[in-house]
T-cell receptor, first 117, second 112 residues
Framework: GAVVSQHPSWVICKSGTSVKIECRSLDFQATTMFWYRQFPKQSLMLMATSNEGSKATYEQGVEKDKFLINHASLTLSTLTVTSAHPEDSSFYIC?????????????FGDGTRLSIL | DAKTTQPPSMDCAEGRAANLPCNHSTISGNEYVYWYRQIHSQGPQYIIHGLKNNETNEMASLIITEDRKSSTLILPHATLRDTAVYYCIVRVPISGNTPLVFGKGTRLSVIA
């Protein structure tokens, strides 16, 4: 089945550092990828929709200048958390939908746990 | 997209069937029902989806009522590895750009 790979799985870094998270669709092309964030004991919250070759669409309340999204190819989207602070510590998950009909399921990466000290 | 209502938690004995209910009384005619689960510290895993007919795959069965206002996910022989949060989501497949929106889900605990 469709596989979405995320890297890295864990990141621990100092406050003020910028962190890049990669999301790859391994066996399909994805013109659209989605980025979610999940805080402890909460559900997934959609952050943004990443479109290949164009600007991402951000959900209300998500700072586009802080969470930079680049979707340069049909198999790779990146999320960069710029000047990260402890409140940005969270579980970041990407997702993509394989081609075909629009009712196809979204497939998710295994997430990146970001800890800012 | 229509909202869903799920019980916050459920227990199930290992080896027994786990029946997870979901209410989606405001579902519209072209909305699909999707089920995902999230095991601790992992990304969500797709389980099954359907429109109005019952569906079955190697993981589970999805039973949708005739009026489509509710559905039940059935794990026929639950194992300890099925312990997870299960999400029921309804979505209109307008285009590939429409993301899944997650509610709080049901925390299923499979007990030995």
């Amino acid at each position: 089945g469709a596989v979405v790979s995320q890297h890295p799985s864990w990141v621990i870094c100092k406050s003020g550092t910028s962190v890049k998270i990669e999301c790859r669709s391994l066996d399909f092309q994805a013109t659209t990828m989605f980025w979610y964030r999940q805080f402890p004991k909460q559900s997934l919250m959609l952050m943004a929709t990443s479109n290949e070759g164009s600007k991402a669409t951000y959900e209300q309340g998500v700072e586009k200048d802080k969470f930079l999204i680049n979707h340069a190819s049909l198999t790779l989207s990146t999320l960069t958390v710029t000047s990260a602070h402890p409140e940005d510590s969270s579980f970041y998950i990407c997702s993509a939908r394989a081609g075909g009909s629009d009712n196809q399921p979204q497939h998710f990466g295994d997430g990146t746990r970001l800890s800012i000290l | 997209d229509a909202k869903t209502t799920q019980p916050p938690s459920m227990d199930c004995a290992e080896g027994r069937a786990a029946n997870l209910p979901c209410n989606h009384s405001t579902i519209s005619g072209n909305e699909y029902v999707y089920w995902y689960r999230q095991i601790h510290s992992q990304g969500p895993q797709y389980i099954i989806h359907g429109l109005k007919n019952n569906e079955t795959n190697e993981m589970a069965s999805l039973i949708i009522t005739e009026d489509r206002k509710s559905s039940t996910l059935i794990l026929p022989h639950a194992t300890l590895r099925d312990t997870a949060v299960y999400y029921c989501i309804v979505r209109v497949p307008i285009s590939g750009n429409t993301p899944l929106v997650f509610g709080k889900g049901t925390r299923l605990s499979v007990i030995a």
